[in-house]
């Protein structure tokens, strides 16, 4: 267990010793929240005149399918192109330690950020602003969402760039399967019967939604929960098998 997290503390330490994590942290809040406040769309905060965060919540998940993969992408493959990696399975540690623990070093950055976003409620409702009152049981929910997602979109990062060397290729496989996956819930929208049931059932977009009005659906929970669970595992054999190679 002490090895788990001191392999999550470096890697979460490495992130803030390159200027990734800075530049990820103002580009991806200042990008939310100039889609925050002037959505071109329509339904940006001025826009549609009431005390709500949805658009906050609906963009999020959108900036996460570029910030995670840029995040994510040199876990296993930066180890295993400079050779690091072999020297670390060396060590006495367990496989389980080594991905877990690269895989809370990464989910660490991007909750930070996350975090970083609760200064818009803050700001707009509690203080400097009093902008009106706010119903907070869909914000939890919409946090709690945006957690979860967060937390099998990283996963599904680690299993990338656990199955290449290459950092570029990690990076656009990572970013291709997570827009792929949130592009379903649009077909969703545009289909009927069970094309679209099947497409509303693997998109992250329609599973996310009930979390933005504020239902908490143990099914969606269960589904981000799954996708985290089956990355890691399989991102561990990815590394087993190059122990054993």
Same mark, same amino acid.
């Given at each position: 267990?002490?090895?788990?997290?001191?392999?999550?503390? +470096?890697?979460?330490?490495?992130?803030?010793?390159?200027?990734?994590? &800075?530049?990820?942290?103002?580009?991806?809040?200042?990008?939310?929240?100039?889609?925050?406040?002037?959505?071109?769309?329509?339904?940006?905060?001025?826009?549609?005149?009431?005390?709500?965060?949805?658009?906050?919540?609906?963009?999020?998940?959108?900036?996460?399918?570029?910030?995670?993969?840029?995040?994510?992408?040199?876990?296993?493959?930066?180890?295993?192109?400079?050779?690091?990696?072999?020297?670390?399975?060396?060590?006495?540690?367990?496989?389980?330690?080594?991905?877990?623990?690269? &895989?809370?070093?990464?989910?660490?950055? !991007?909750?930070?950020?996350?975090?970083?976003?609760?200064?818009?409620?803050?700001?707009?409702?509690?203080?400097?602003?009093?902008?009106?009152?706010?119903?907070?049981?869909?914000?939890?929910?919409? &946090?709690?969402?945006? !957690?979860? &997602?967060?937390?099998?979109?990283?996963?599904?990062?680690?299993?990338?760039?656990? *199955?290449?060397?290459?950092?570029?290729?990690?990076?656009?496989?990572?970013?291709?399967?997570?827009?792929?996956?949130?592009?379903?819930?649009?077909?969703?929208?545009?289909?009927?019967?069970?094309?679209?049931?099947?497409?509303?059932?693997?998109?992250? +977009?329609?599973? *996310?939604?009930?979390?933005?009005?504020?239902?908490?659906?143990?099914?969606?929970? !269960?589904?981000? *929960?799954?996708?985290?669970?089956?990355?890691?595992?399989?991102?561990?054999?990815?590394?087993?098998?190059?122990?054993?190679?």
């Amino acid at each position: 267990m002490n090895a788990l997290f001191t392999i999550a503390r +470096r890697e979460f330490r490495s992130y803030w010793d390159s200027p990734l994590a &800075y530049v990820v942290i103002c580009l991806g809040f200042l990008a939310l929240g100039v889609v925050f406040f002037t959505n071109v769309s329509g339904q940006g905060f001025w826009q549609v005149d009431r005390a709500t965060l949805q658009g906050l919540f609906e963009f999020a998940p959108i900036g996460m399918i570029v910030l995670v993969p840029v995040i994510t992408m040199r876990l296993m493959a930066e180890e295993r192109s400079s050779g690091t990696l072999e020297m670390l399975i060396t060590l006495p540690v367990r496989d389980s330690e080594v991905v877990l623990g690269k &895989y809370l070093g990464a989910l660490g950055l !991007v909750l930070v950020l996350v975090a970083s976003t609760l200064i818009y409620p803050i700001a707009m409702f509690k203080w400097p602003w009093n902008l009106g009152a706010i119903d907070l049981n869909p914000v939890f929910s919409a &946090y709690l969402g945006l !957690v979860l &997602y967060c937390a099998a979109a990283v996963s599904l990062g680690l299993l990338i760039s656990s *199955l290449t060397t290459s950092q570029s290729i990690a990076f656009f496989l990572t970013l291709l399967i997570l827009a792929a996956l949130w592009i379903l819930g649009v077909g969703a929208e545009h289909t009927k019967g069970t094309l679209s049931e099947v497409l509303a059932y693997a998109s992250t +977009r329609s599973r *996310l939604e009930g979390f933005t009005k504020g239902v908490i659906d143990t099914r969606d929970i !269960v589904f981000f *929960l799954s996708i985290t669970v089956l990355c890691l595992v399989f991102s561990f054999r990815a590394l087993e098998r190059r122990r054993w190679a």
